[in-house]
């Protein structure tokens, strides 16, 4: 009789594992990454064929172009690594100052941390939501610095992460200025849910 079952929720009895497949095992690791740079170099080299099969000049393939393209993924690279380290010094200053509980995410318009339990002082508001604007540029003026020495493309590079830091910092920055001028009351306290951010007063004040 021909079995009907699509699966099964246990093993049932006579099983034994026959095959196991590891992606995270070094060996494994390293020898698919290779199979894909072999995919990817031999897509790129009948890509080429076609081209100049088709009757098109060869195109050419430079060491600075092939640096160039490195450079950004680098690029990319740095880009993530920044965001997600962004919002870890938000959450670093927080758990350090409260020992709460944090929130992470990413919505449409930004990504975020927050401490959603709990209402902070204004200076502890203060501290976790301007550190990561100083911080990173304290790290990316000098490295863009440095850069401008070693190649005009890598500098670029370097200050348009810059820009992308100095910019998306816009967000804490409107927060920090109101609490450091509009709102001086020590007294006065923030919830910061992540993607919102409240400002309480006591009354009488
Ligand atoms: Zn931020």
Request: aromatic fraction near 14%.
């Amino acid at each position: 009789m021909e079995n009907k079952r699509t699966f099964e929720r246990e093993l049932p009895e006579g099983y034994r594992e026959v095959f196991h497949f590891n992606a995270k095992s070094i060996k494994v690791g390293i020898i698919f990454n290779l199979i894909a740079l072999a995919v990817l170099i031999a897509v790129m080299a009948v890509g080429r064929w076609i081209y100049i099969a088709a009757g098109e000049p060869a195109p050419r393939i430079s060491l600075e172009g092939i640096l160039r393209s490195v450079a950004m993924l680098g690029f990319i690279a740095a880009m993530v690594l920044y965001i997600v380290l962004h919002e870890l010094v938000h959450g670093f200053c927080y758990k350090r100052m409260t020992g709460e509980r944090l929130t992470f995410g990413i919505s449409w318009s930004c990504a975020f941390c927050g401490v959603p339990n709990i209402y902070t002082y204004r200076k502890t508001s203060i501290i976790a939501a301007s550190a990561p604007l100083i911080l990173f540029t304290v790290l990316l003026v000098p490295m863009c610095a440095a850069l401008m020495y070693v190649h005009p493309y890598l500098y670029m590079l370097g200050l348009f992460l810059f820009g992308l830091h100095l910019g998306g910092c816009s967000g804490d920055f409107y927060f920090v200025w109101i609490l450091l001028f509009k709102y001086k009351n020590p007294d006065a306290l923030m919830r910061d849910t992540g993607p919102e951010q409240f400002i309480f007063l006591p009354d009488s004040k």
